[in-house]
T-cell receptor, first 112, second 114 residues
Framework: GQQLNQSPQSMFIQEGEDVSMNCTSS?????WLWYKQDPGEGPVLLIA?????ELTSNGRLTAQFGITRKDSFLNISASIPSDVGIYFC????????????FGQGTILTVHP | DAGVIQSPRHEVTEMGQEVTLRCKPI?????LFWYRQTMMRGLELLIY????????DSGMPEDRFSAKMPNASFSTLKIQPSEPRDSAVYFC????????????FGPGTRLTVT
């Protein structure tokens, strides 16, 4: 089945720094999604990507759908303490209609 | 607008007891998904429904797990009998498209089986 490798597993940064994380897949995906999960809550959708090469922003967040369709990247600029949480990538392959495959998550800690 | 609603938020039960988790999807959404999240296995899809019909239940771990969606605004996930290894956070998510990509998650139910 599809597998997603998300990296890094965790990040410790200073407030104001930029953050980059990525996901790679063993197979081609038609859709990439990025979610953020706060403690005790469900994942919240941040950005959805539907086209290879697509670059989409949501405030300080920017995500890209890789050209090979096997990877995606999320960047957070000028991090703030409330960016703390777990970030998940998720992808949907054309052969798995309705099913999302999730990465293992990147734990982000922001020091004030 | 109300998001996905799940109840209860926390459930503690003894091994062997029946557990029922409930979900109300976002109004107008056609698809509903049940996930389980653990530290070891991350987020796992258990089952999903399109227009109240179960489409794929291949993620349901075993016969002790069952899910129903009697109407467009309600779904249940039942575990009978429960076991300690079922302890996890169970999420319900819904999407507007049949088998849709943009899934919106509820707050989850934290289940502890002792």
């Amino acid at each position: 089945g599809q597998q997603l490798n998300q990296s890094p597993q965790s990040m410790f940064i200073q407030e104001g720094e930029d953050v980059s994380m990525n996901c790679t897949s063993s197979s081609i995906f038609n859709t990439w999604l990025w979610y953020k999960q706060d403690p005790g809550e469900g994942p919240v959708l941040l950005i959805a990507l539907y086209k290879a090469g697509e670059l989409t922003s949501n405030g300080r967040l920017t995500a890209q759908f890789g050209i090979t369709r096997k990877d995606s990247f999320l960047n957070i600029s000028a991090s703030i303490p409330s960016d703390v949480g777990i970030y998940f990538c998720a992808g949907q392959a054309g052969t798995s209609y309705g099913k999302l495959t999730f990465g293992q998550g990147t734990i982000l800690t922001v020091h004030p | 607008d109300a998001g996905v609603i799940q109840s209860p938020r926390h459930e503690v039960t003894e091994m062997g007891q029946e557990v029922t988790l409930r979900c109300k999807p976002i109004s107008g959404h056609n698809s509903l998904f049940w996930y389980r999240q653990t530290m070891m296995r991350g987020l796992e899809l258990l089952i999903y429904f399109n227009n109240n019909v179960p489409i794929d239940d291949s993620g349901m771990p075993e016969d002790r797990f069952s899910a129903k969606m009697p109407n467009a605004s309600f779904s249940t996930l039942k575990i009978q009998p429960s076991e300690p290894r079922d302890s996890a956070v169970y999420f319900c998510a819904s999407s507007i498209l049949a088998g849709g990509d943009e899934q919106y998650f509820g707050p989850g139910t934290r289940l502890t089986v002792t």
